[in-house]
């Protein structure tokens, strides 16, 4: 029912094989995967064919443990399930139209929808990075790969607030009448009554699986990182939360490239190491000699344990963990492989594919098969309500 689209499925699919496709197979191993203890079932004893038909209907009832998950998974399936289900209802209820002769104390839909465009106008319409101003403020000297970085973001920040500005005032005149309501105006207005994020704002911004409200409140936050920079643009925050930048990948080249021209060392050459500290963002005094101190990650799958400073089990209904400051350093690519350590994708947002990050460098005291098997990745953005 699927197939094998990028390195890391490549990655899993061989962990699967080697576990299950061994000799020790015919000397009944146990057929779940690191389940420690949580549940049981060996495979079947050399027999004839019945006795194989007869081991299969002993099998537990289905469980993530047999893939080697968490039973959290489990969790999020169904949760994914019944938002679509919601989803689904609310479209069929209808967002659109009048308010009619119904309940006058009821907000129509409409009037819902433009009173959002006047809060989110409100929040937004002043806002401008004044990206031109800080440039010439620098000397070419000065202007080293972090700055370009967050010339970038301020950038990207401004052509989205822009773009929401315009679509937000056509639909106020499109409210008013004087102005024909598009079918772009008309999905807007409907995407602000039902709380989702307009599609366009998502082509033009940033990855997020944030309902709008949600969402509006990370624009803000990403508005004050980047004021934060504005402020001194000769230097950058001591702790950068990358789940806050447009694009996180441009920043860790950055780090690359400033090794590189510390070091005299080739670009090509280079990757991004993960150094996981014990510190909280809040709590960094200075920023890192060795490279730049980032937050802003959650683990899935697992979480972090400060006290053996490793990869452990994910506790019941515990979907998320935060993960503390990470140093990343670039270092040369190494072909050496470090048993006490999980090889950890990094993605945008909880639905991880096509939004890749970076692998990072985890500590692990369990095989690193184990975490393979979970599916254990770091996402940056996990959405809200």
Same mark, same amino acid.
């Not at 990028?6 to 990655?11: H, Q, T």
């Not at 009448?177 to 602000?192: F, H, Y």
């Given at each position: ?9 490549r ?5 699967y ?25 060996p ?19 289905e ?8 039973p959290n998974?489990?969790?999020n399936f ?6 679509a ?14 308010g ?7 907000a ?5 929808? &433009? ?7 409100e929040?937004?319409?002043?806002k ?9 403020s ?11 970085v967050?010339?970038?973001?301020c ?30 105006m008309?999905d ?10 307009p ?5 033009l ?5 944030r ?7 990370n624009l ?8 934060d ?10 702790v950068?939360d990358?789940?806050k930048?447009f694009n996180p990948?441009?920043?860790?080249t ?14 090509d050459?280079?990757q991004?190491f ?10 960094v ?11 802003g ?5 697992a979480?972090w344990?400060?006290v ?9 209904? &515990?979907m998320?963990?935060p ?6 350093k ?5 072909d050496k492989v470090?048993?006490?350590?999980y090889i950890?994708?990094?993605y945008?947002?909880?639905i991880r594919?096509p939004?890749y990050v970076?692998?990072?460098q985890?500590r692990t ?21």
């Amino acid at each position: 029912g699927g197939h094998i689209v990028d390195d890391w499925d490549r990655i899993m699919c061989s962990k699967y094989l080697l576990y299950f496709m061994r000799d020790e197979l015919l000397d009944e191993i146990e057929m779940i995967p690191y389940a420690d203890g949580k549940l049981s079932w060996p495979s079947p004893q050399p027999g004839p064919h019945e006795r194989y038909l007869e081991h299969i209907e002993t099998m537990p009832a289905e469980s993530p443990l047999f893939f080697g998950m968490h039973p959290n998974a489990e969790i999020n399936f169904r949760t994914v399930q019944c938002e679509a289900t919601f989803d689904m209802l609310v479209s069929l209820s209808g967002g659109g139209g009048g308010g009619g002769d119904g309940d006058d104390t009821a907000a129509s839909p409409m009037a819902i929808a &433009e009173a959002t465009c006047a809060e989110i106008l409100e929040e937004v319409q002043e806002k401008k990075f004044a990206t031109d101003d800080v440039s010439r403020s620098m000397s070419e000297e000065e202007k080293g790969p972090y700055q370009f970085v967050f010339l970038q973001e301020c950038e990207y920040m401004n052509g989205l607030v822009y773009e929401m500005v315009r679509g937000l005032q056509e639909l106020q005149l499109g409210f008013k009448g004087e102005l024909t309501m598009s079918e772009v105006m008309e999905d807007l207005a409907n995407c602000l009554f039902a709380e989702k994020l307009p599609m366009w704002w998502v082509k033009l911004g940033f990855a997020s699986t944030r309902p709008l409200k949600s969402w509006r409140v990370n624009l803000q936050e990403r508005c004050v990182q980047l004021d934060d920079w504005i402020n001194d643009p000769l230097n950058i925050p001591k702790v950068v939360d990358i789940s806050k930048l447009f694009n996180p990948q441009s920043f860790l080249t950055a780090i690359k490239q400033l090794c590189c021209q510390n070091q005299g060392l080739e670009l090509d050459k280079l990757q991004v190491f993960t150094e996981v500290t014990k510190k909280e963002a809040k709590k960094v005094e200075a920023a890192s000699k060795d490279g730049a101190f980032c937050s802003g990650m959650w683990l899935e799958g697992a979480r972090w344990d400060p006290v053996t400073n490793s990869l452990e089990d994910s506790r019941p209904k &515990e979907m998320f963990t935060p993960m503390p400051v990470i140093n990343c350093k670039a270092g040369m690519m190494s072909d050496k492989v470090d048993k006490n350590q999980y090889i950890c994708p990094t993605y945008c947002v909880p639905i991880r594919r096509p939004y890749y990050v970076f692998p990072a460098q985890l500590r692990t005291k369990a095989p690193a098969d184990k975490w393979v098997l979970a599916g254990v990745a770091m996402i940056l953005d996990i959405g809200g309500s």
